[in-house]
């Protein structure tokens, strides 16, 4: 989790009067496979793509992001 995520949930649990770690399970619950995505979630797609398996692939968007975002925009 990154720093500007642990400023996010801690400006949000000050602003609502919750606890941090409850601020941290409604996020995660807002996220379809129902939690927070990780850099260790990201290593492996980026490892792929880096790779020469990766090698006919060109100009794609991809997130990473447990389905959070609807669509990905082009």
Known sequence: ?????????????????LE???VEALF????????????????????LFASPLAGATTGQAFAVDGGALRAVNY
């Open 28 to 47: 995660a619950k807002q996220i379809p496979i129902g939690r927070m995505i990780m850099p260790s979630d990201v290593t492996p797609f980026v490892l």
């Open 1 to 17: 989790v990154t720093d500007r995520h642990a400023s996010r949930v801690a400006a949000y649990a000050r602003n609502h009067g």
């Open 20 to 22: 941090e770690k409850d």
